[in-house]
């Protein structure tokens, strides 16, 4: 019991050193960050260690290849992807394709780690099943937290824009920033928070799913939240690849945050499995 505690623990480890990964590649992606790149690199460069090592002793353990079931299967593919994006990364430098590696990678790492139907122990197996929701949760926190500050570096910079306009200097102008370094950071929160909210996305989703097998997807909950991604994901497309930016960029980033609110307060309360306990 102690063991498959043990190992159950690093595979969790692993999963949140993938989540970081995955984060910086997303800021590489957008902003060309060689710094998060290389930090990301390694990271996943770990996470790819520890995998090799689960998938050496589950050799070692059962004396076969780790195929013969759809668990095991996930396992290896997972493992796969891991290998082909820091192949990808080292030799080729393709961003875009590194990026949606990882995407699909952790989707499914995080299947295989969090199904229960692996865990021999139950009472192993439910714990398991309520950290998948602890995980979730602190993933949607996080992002909305990233969401919200992006939100008021717009309102200031929205603030700083008419006090500039009508000419009101004073020691509020001085006190609210310059308008390039506001703008920058509304976006510098968005990117961060987008990749947290697709990681609380496809955790919440798998939990659903061993959990509520018979939730529909329709769901308000479920449906809010890829409306959010979505409206954050134009907010930065209109950023990077339309060069959009000044008051209309920040009214967008503003009413992006408004679904925030409407899904975290409206959405929820008409969610019909968003109370259920774990």
């Known amino acids: 019991m102690e063991l498959e505690l043990l190992m159950t623990r690093l595979h969790e480890v692993t999963v949140l050193l993938y989540a970081i990964s995955m984060l910086l590649y997303f800021m590489d992606f957008l902003n060309n960050d060689q710094k998060a790149n ?33 668990f095991e299967g996930l396992y290896f593919y997972a493992w796969v992807l891991v290998s082909l994006s820091l192949i990808i990364n080292r030799l080729l430098r393709v961003d875009f394709t590194v990026f949606f590696t990882n995407v699909l990678g952790f989707m499914v790492m995080a299947i295989h780690t969090f199904a229960p139907v692996q865990i021999e122990s139950q009472v192993l197996a439910q714990r398991l099943v309520s950290e998948l929701l602890l995980i979730h949760i602190t993933f949607a926190i996080l992002s909305y937290g990233a969401f919200t500050l992006s ?28 308008l390039t370094k506001l703008e920058h950071m509304s976006y510098v929160l968005a990117v961060i928070g987008v990749p947290l909210l697709v990681v609380s996305l496809i955790l919440g989703i798998q939990w659903a799913y061993i959990k509520v097998p018979d939730v529909s997807w329709l769901d308000m909950k479920i449906v809010g939240s890829f409306i959010l991604l979505v409206g954050y994901s134009v907010f930065l497309y ?41």
């Open 38 to 70: 290389k930090v990301a690199f390694w990271l996943l460069s770990i996470v790819w260690v520890l995998q090799t090592i689960f998938l050496f002793l589950y050799v070692w353990k059962t004396g076969r290849f780790p195929v013969l079931t759809i």
């Open 151 to 178: 939100f008021v570096f717009s309102l200031l910079y929205l603030i700083q824009y008419d006090l500039l306009k009508r000419k009101k200097w004073g020691k509020r102008l001085l006190r609210l920033g310059d």
């Open 238 to 278: 209109l950023k990077i690849r339309k060069q959009m930016y000044g008051r209309t960029l920040a009214f967008l980033n503003i009413g992006s945050f408004m679904i925030v609110l409407i899904n975290f307060f409206l959405f929820g309360s008409l969610s019909t499995f968003h109370f259920w306990n774990t």
